[in-house]
C-alpha cells in the first residue's frame, strides 16, 4: 500500500469518527430527558420530599417527668473530667455539682466564675438548666464553659434529673402538663356558670 493510499484511509477513517461523534452530541441535544421536580405518582403514606418535616421535639417538661436518673448518670459521665457531683467533692475545671438544682447560680465555693455566670443571677431551676445544658456559650454568652451542648431534649432531661439526685433533698420533678394545656404552661379557664363569678373575682372588692 502507497503512502498516497493510506492517507487516504486515514482521512476517511478520521470523517466518519467526527461524523459519528457529532450525531452524537445532536443526538443528546435532542433527546435529553427532562427529570421531574417530583415522582409522577404519590405513594400514600411514603414521603417524596427529601426535606419533609421532621417529628417535632418533645417539650422539655415531658421529656423531665419521665426521664430515668440511671440513664442521666450515663449521660454525665461525659462531664467527669470537668466537674464532681459527689457530696463534699472538689470543683475542678468546672465546678462541683452537688445539690445543684435549686442552688443558687454561680455559687460553688473557691471556684472563680466568669462574669457572664455571675449575671445570671436566681437559682438553678429544672428549666434553666434546660436552657444551660442546650447550649452554654448562647445562654451566658462569654461563659468558660466549653461544652458545645447537649441537643436531644431526652439527653438534658436525664442528666438534670440525674443530677437533681445527687442531693440530700431532691427537688420534686414536676408532673407532665395535660394535653391541651395552653403555651407557656397555664390550663384554659374553665367555664363559669351564668351569673357566677370567679371566686378571685368575687374576693377582689
Same mark, same amino acid.
Given at each position: 500500500?502507497?503512502?498516497?493510499?493510506?492517507?487516504?484511509?486515514?482521512?476517511?477513517?478520521?470523517?466518519?469518527?467526527?461524523?459519528?461523534?457529532?450525531?452524537?452530541?445532536?443526538?443528546?441535544?435532542?433527546?435529553?430527558?427532562?427529570?421531574?421536580?417530583?415522582?409522577?405518582?404519590?405513594?400514600?403514606?411514603?414521603?417524596?420530599?427529601?426535606?419533609?418535616?421532621?417529628?417535632?421535639?418533645?417539650?422539655?417538661?415531658?421529656?423531665?417527668?419521665?426521664?430515668?436518673?440511671?440513664?442521666?448518670?450515663?449521660?454525665?459521665?461525659?462531664?467527669?473530667?470537668?466537674?464532681?457531683?459527689?457530696?463534699?467533692?472538689?470543683?475542678?475545671?468546672?465546678?462541683? %455539682?452537688?445539690? @445543684?438544682?435549686? +442552688?443558687?447560680?454561680?455559687? $460553688?465555693?473557691?471556684?472563680?466564675? &466568669? !462574669? /457572664?455566670? *455571675?449575671? =445570671?443571677?436566681?437559682?438553678?431551676?429544672?428549666?434553666?438548666?434546660?436552657?444551660?445544658?442546650?447550649?452554654?456559650?448562647?445562654?451566658?454568652?462569654?461563659?468558660?464553659?466549653?461544652?458545645?451542648? %447537649?441537643?436531644? @431534649?431526652?439527653? +438534658?432531661?436525664?442528666?438534670? $434529673?440525674?443530677?437533681?439526685?445527687? &442531693? !440530700? /433533698?431532691? *427537688?420534686? =420533678?414536676?408532673?407532665?402538663?395535660?394535653?391541651?394545656?395552653?403555651?407557656?404552661?397555664?390550663?384554659?379557664?374553665?367555664?363559669?356558670?351564668?351569673?357566677?363569678?370567679?371566686?378571685?373575682?368575687?374576693?377582689?372588692?
Amino acid at each position: 500500500m502507497s503512502g498516497f493510499e493510506f492517507n487516504k484511509l486515514m482521512a476517511a477513517f478520521l470523517t466518519a469518527a467526527l461524523f459519528a461523534m457529532v450525531v452524537g452530541v445532536i443526538s443528546d441535544m435532542v433527546y435529553e430527558p427532562e427529570h421531574l421536580e417530583k415522582n409522577a405518582y404519590a405513594i400514600e403514606g411514603v414521603a417524596t420530599d427529601a426535606a419533609a418535616e421532621a417529628p417535632k421535639e418533645v417539650p422539655f417538661e415531658v421529656a423531665l417527668a419521665s426521664a430515668d436518673p440511671k440513664a442521666g448518670a450515663k449521660v454525665f459521665a461525659r462531664c467527669t473530667a470537668c466537674h464532681d457531683d459527689s457530696k463534699g467533692g472538689p470543683n475542678k475545671v468546672g465546678p462541683e %455539682l452537688w445539690s @445543684v438544682v435549686g +442552688r443558687p447560680v454561680a455559687s $460553688a465555693d473557691g471556684f472563680a466564675y &466568669s !462574669d /457572664a455566670l *455571675k449575671g =445570671i443571677g436566681g437559682e438553678w431551676t429544672f428549666e434553666k438548666l434546660d436552657h444551660f445544658l442546650t447550649k452554654p456559650a448562647s445562654f451566658a454568652p462569654g461563659t468558660k464553659m466549653s461544652f458545645a451542648g %447537649l441537643s436531644k @431534649v431526652e439527653d +438534658r432531661a436525664a442528666v438534670i $434529673a440525674y443530677l437533681n439526685s445527687q &442531693s !440530700d /433533698a431532691p *427537688k420534686e =420533678i414536676p408532673a407532665a402538663p395535660a394535653e391541651g394545656t395552653a403555651e407557656g404552661g397555664e390550663q384554659p379557664a374553665a367555664e363559669q356558670p351564668a351569673g357566677e363569678q370567679p371566686a378571685a373575682q368575687q374576693n377582689a372588692g
